[in-house]
């Protein structure tokens, strides 16, 4: 996965196991699109891993799961128009006592004058990463 010229990593724990974790990432962040808009789903791909899942983001931009194992990792790349000659992404989800620390990296190398993009996805991969932890926070919360 590491060609490109640049890598994004953010990570964040989250209070779910790592199936429930999985699942809740697949639906709340990649079907949903978290705090960021609704994606419009082009194809629907596996349901339970989201292999083969491929969503339009803002206008134009396509994003294709290309490899899933639920309850450990799915990647993903990004379909013009994107300023990278390459991209590939990957959101791994690890055990920690039950729990789950996950880790979305990117690696891409963008167009000359995009060294704007690293900020752009670091801020959009916290943002979702904090509304998934938000809303694992809210399923496991005693009422």
């Known amino acids: 996965m590491d060609v490109g010229s640049t890598t994004v ?13 999985y699942d809740e990432f697949l639906e709340l962040i990649w079907r949903q699109g978290g705090s960021l808009g609704v994606p419009q789903i082009l194809e629907e791909g596996d349901p339970r891993s989201g292999r083969g899942c491929a969503r339009r983001v803002g206008l134009f931009i396509v994003e294709r799961v290309v490899e899933a194992e639920r309850g450990q990792f799915l990647e993903y790349t990004i379909e013009k128009p994107w300023p990278t000659s390459y991209n590939r992404a990957r959101v791994s ?3 920690v006592e039950g729990n789950t620390v996950i880790t979305w990296t990117s ?15 670091s801020w959009a991969f916290r943002q979702l990463l ?11 919360e005693p009422r």
Do not use: I, M
């Open 9 to 21: 990593k953010e990570e964040q724990f989250v209070r779910l196991d790592v199936e429930q974790c």
């Open 93 to 95: 989800f690890q055990d």
């Open 107 to 121: 690696n891409f190398t963008p167009f000359p004058c995009c060294g704007w993009l690293r900020f752009v996805v």
């Open 130 to 140: 904090a509304d998934l932890a938000e809303a694992a926070k809210e399923k496991t």
